[in-house]
């Protein structure tokens, strides 16, 4: 346990959620200060991620079946994580996807490219080619992933990775209160991002 785990951790032995933190699998941090969310009325569940993560990538099916099962009153989102430049670069690639209506299907056939297929992102030649194989023309993507719609939200990507103070991804946000890894799995972490998003709502008042 580093520094930053023991302080946390005798943190909670004086809050209100000490006993959820003895009962709990997985490590998560108390942020200080919060962090803003921009879902209002909800409690807003982040997940970091890098296309590259193979840890990310095994999250995924996980998050597929978990997602739809959130209460009516949280807001899940993807954030692409940005620690270096091919990290950026990556991120560009999912703000795209998304601005060209194509993230629903395309997000998890990429990560299982990358993955499966040994698909480099920052192989210029291949990307094009996986993007026509998936119907996408690779001129329009380029231009759209260089575009205004996208690079800002590539520059607030990478400045919530230094607010959030990620170390490692896959990381759980729950509305900008705590931070949650994946150290000692998947199915604990998740666990743990339900019971933390349970205390939030009840303590903003979200249905």
Not at 25 to 41: I, N, R, S
């Amino acid at each position: 346990m580093n520094h930053r785990r023991r302080t946390v951790f005798a943190a909670l032995l004086l809050s209100p959620l000490a006993a959820f933190a003895y009962g709990s699998d997985a490590a998560f941090t108390e942020l200080k200060p919060e962090q803003p969310v921009e879902t209002t009325g909800k409690v807003e569940v982040v997940e970091f991620f890098w296309y590259g993560c193979p840890h990310c990538h095994r999250l995924e099916p996980l998050l597929e079946k978990w997602v739809p099962k959130l209460p009516a009153g949280v807001a899940f989102r993807r954030v692409p994580a940005i620690l270096n430049q091919r990290w950026a670069r990556d991120a560009g690639i999912y703000y795209t996807f998304d601005a060209l209506g194509l993230t629903e299907k395309l997000h998890r056939p990429f990560f299982d490219a990358i993955h499966g297929e040994r698909l480099r992102t920052d192989d210029q030649k291949a990307l094009e080619e996986w993007l026509r194989r998936n119907g996408v023309d690779p001129a329009r993507f380029e231009q759209t992933l260089k575009s205004f719609g996208v690079q800002p939200r590539v520059r607030r990507a990478s400045q919530l990775s230094v607010s959030y103070k990620l170390d490692s991804v896959p990381t759980l946000a729950v509305h900008g209160r705590y931070t949650i890894e994946a150290g000692r799995g998947f199915e604990a972490m998740l666990k743990t991002a339900d019971e933390l998003i349970s205390s939030t709502r009840k303590s903003i008042g979200a249905k």
